[in-house]
């Protein structure tokens, strides 16, 4: 290329990006990378959860939110996430090999596994906070505090954003219900339609759920207003933006904000901090639907299109007791009722459980009422003989199964069915809650879980 040309480019239109924001790191390449790295370089999981932390004048919660996340997970949950603890004290050496060695002396086996990471952002990395303006009346010290939250919020994101399909956001002074990961996976995969946001808890920047393809275009808005308000006002003005029009009032932004930031309830994280990371700043925040349990229980189900015949009662849908968000209720079973998990394509299940019934009200349960399946090829008639003594199925249970249907199991006396699929069926295109006997009584599903074979 001649000088001309060279001048044309260097000239010609470029677009912003990280140094149109932060342009003190123009030159210093190495300002982008963490300073300090503990990881196994794992990739390509569902999701990665950020933790950042940093120094408070009394107590520490990072040691109890980590228990808490690794313990609510399980064998097969802890190998599809990530764990990034972000320490946001660059200039505090000290207290960043503190904390090293606290997550090194009580995490070291999810360390070497690979589930945790450990980074901390290079000094340079942050303009000089001292030059910020003061606004919205807000005291100096606010300010850089709020300002600084914002850059680490994005260095923190834009390291986990390639590693995961979805990112979430929390804080090092929260605990987890047990199961979370799979709750949020299911609960995203169960959305229809675009959304931004997924909350799985009520406070702030906590419990809130990401695509990774988004992550660089919320970064960005992040940054260019990084020194001008608190991370969750950007947040919900980031929101205005994408979906609220001008011309229309109020109440219609609302509903168009509430179409992409969607809440799951009951939360799944819970708030433990009393002190803030801003000196002097005592937060008693507590999430009151974290507590609402016990009613239901969720399970990461495989994708399914539902369909019953039963009543469904008010907004306790089958959609939402299968995504784990509510139970199911209905009115009043009759002869014939079905409800239906029909998977396309075909799945293979290893394991099924319906639970009827709840504390509240332990009588809404099924009765005389049998799980049925339907399979993608044919199966002689000899494994279906097998599979229904074994099943100890009456004659009568057998002759009243659907067309094309296997009968497999039965709810017992309590409300519950489960069992395993029978082996040599192959895959499973519908699996079905058949009922035989017309009930006075309504009925509730608590719990579904349909586990899919690995194999």
């Known amino acids: 290329l001649n000088r001309s040309t060279l001048l044309d480019i260097k000239a010609s239109l470029q677009m912003p990006g990280i140094y149109s924001y932060l342009p003190h790191l123009t030159g210093h390449p190495e300002h982008l990378i963490p300073a300090i790295k503990l990881s196994k370089g794992r990739q390509g999981v569902s999701v990665v959860i950020g933790i950042p932390t940093i120094k408070r004048a009394k107590e520490s919660y990072l040691v109890k939110t980590l ?13 599809d996430c990530l764990i990034v603890v972000f320490i946001a004290e660059p200039w505090d050496r000290q207290y960043v090999e503190q904390v090293i060695s606290s997550i090194k002396d009580n995490f070291n086996p999810y360390l070497e596994s690979g589930l945790l990471d450990v980074i901390v952002p290079p000094a ?12 919205f009346g807000d005291p100096k010290e606010r300010v850089k505090w709020r300002t600084k ?10 390291y986990g954003r390639p590693k995961a399909t979805y990112y979430l956001q929390l804080e090092d002074d929260v605990v987890a219900k047990p199961g979370y990961l799979s709750v949020m996976k299911t609960f995203a995969r169960q959305q229809k339609g675009d959304w931004i946001m997924l909350e799985f808890s009520a406070l702030g920047f ?25 991370i969750d006002w950007l947040m919900d003005h980031l ?3 994408k979906v609220c029009s001008p011309e ?26 009393l002190e803030s990371s801003l000196k002097g700043k005592v937060q008693k925040l507590k999430d009151r639907d974290f507590g609402k349990a016990g009613l239901y229980r969720a399970h990461a189900n495989p994708p399914a299109e539902l369909s019953t015949t039963l009543k469904t009662y008010q907004n306790f849908l089958l959609s939402k007791a299968y995504a784990g968000e509510t139970f199911f209720w209905a009115s009043n079973p009759s002869v014939g009722d079905t409800v239906d998990f029909k998977f396309n394509p075909p799945i293979r299940i290893d394991l099924y ?19 049925e399946i339907l399979t993608a090829d044919k199966v002689s008639q000899s494994l279906i003989d097998s599979i229904v003594s074994k099943a100890g199925l009456s004659q009568k249970e057998v002759s009243n199964a659907s067309v094309d249907f296997i009968p497999i199991g039965r709810f017992n006396d309590a409300g519950l069915a489960q069992g395993e699929v029978p082996e040599g069926v192959g895959n499973v295109q519908t699996l079905r ?9 309504w009925v509730i599903l608590s719990e579904i879980m349909i586990q899919e074979s690995k194999s």
């Open 248 to 273: 229309k009032d109020v109440k219609h932004c609302q509903r168009m904000i509430q179409a992409v930031r969607r809440r799951y309830k009951p939360s799944l994280f819970q708030h433990i901090g």
């Open 206 to 230: 906590i419990g809130k759920l990401f695509k990774s393809s988004d992550v660089s275009t919320i970064v960005e808005f992040f940054l260019m207003f990084h020194a001008d308000k608190p």
């Open 433 to 441: 809650i058949h009922v035989h006997e017309k009930s006075d009584a």
């Open 149 to 158: 939250q914002n850059l680490d919020y994005a260095f923190h994101m834009l």
């Open 239 to 241: 929101l205005w933006v």
């Open 353 to 371: 459980l319906f639970r009827s019934g709840h504390m509240d009200h332990p009588g809404d349960i099924f009765h005389n009422t049998s799980i």
């Open 67 to 79: 228990s808490s996340l690794v313990a609510g997970l399980s064998k097969e949950e802890s190998e």
């Open 124 to 135: 340079g990395f942050y303009p000089d906070l001292d030059a910020v303006k003061e606004n």
